[in-house]
DNA sequence: CCATAGTGCAACCCTTCGATTGCAGTATGG
DNA sequence: CCATACTGCAATCGAAGGGTTGCACTATGG
């Protein structure tokens, strides 16, 4: 995403996307879903009991920021999780919150200081 | 949130709200904000250029996800990042990332061969 | 050739939610 | 006691977005 550390990766373009696609209960589903067995957007619709459509706009979603992948056979279009686009993103939550906590050693002490009555 | 490993954590209960938090930029905006200096509502909105009563909503909904903390200071009420409960959010995601590296070994040889033209 | 099952686009409703403004309450400091 | 600077609640506006239905298109398979 930026390649730096820290929290501004949360700022970073691409940030918005990918965390408004995570938000949506219903596209956490179908990546749990797709986890367990790749499919077509009709398959996916009759297990989670939502509209074909409704789901294709999902996957068209989650197509985007590289959360899952797709393929065609013949008319259908398979759709899977995309690990590796998965794990880039737990990475940078790793370092966004590794540089935090650096920060915030600092900034505990910081804020103590400032707790203090005589300012 | 869950205990267990896997991706049903991302439909735990609380995981809708966390991701929610998550989802918003401004949020974003407030926690690096907060990560480079805690504060209260009045100082944040100066800085983010937004309204003293956005930024109340936005940290009472940080707060109630657990990734801001907030105490009294006179009459301020001063608000941090909890570094605890971002470390507890990184970690999650790295169990589900993992678990669904798993799954997928299997699962990308089930998805080549449902994609043999022999089919 | 026709029935079937998948796709993709578009229009629409309705709920959610971010942001604003306004006002009342509370505590600090002169 | 009064001015100041916070806080907290409420009402409102407008945009975004999730879900639905409907229709046209394509390709497989009898």
């Known amino acids: 995403m930026t390649g ?3 929290p501004d990766g949360l700022l970073a373009e691409g940030a918005d996307d990918l965390f408004a696609a995570l938000a949506d209960r219903t596209r956490r589903r179908i ?9 077509d957007a009709g398959a996916v619709a009759r297990d989670l009991d939502v509209s074909r459509q409704a789901i294709a706009k999902h996957l068209r979603i989650l197509e985007d920021v590289g959360l899952v992948g797709a393929a065609r056979q013949k008319q259908r279009r398979v759709h899977a999780v995309e690990p590796a686009r998965l794990r880039e993103i737990s990475d940078l939550l790793g370092l ?9 050693l600092q900034i505990k002490d910081l804020a103590e200081s400032r707790d203090d009555p005589s300012a």
């Not at 749990?32 to 067995?37: F, G």
């Not at 966004?96 to 915030?104: E, K, N, Y």
């Open 4 to 6: 730096r550390a820290g």
């Open 31 to 39: 990546l749990v879903r797709l986890a367990e067995q790749p499919d």
């Open 96 to 104: 966004v919150s590794r540089g935090w906590d650096r920060r915030l």
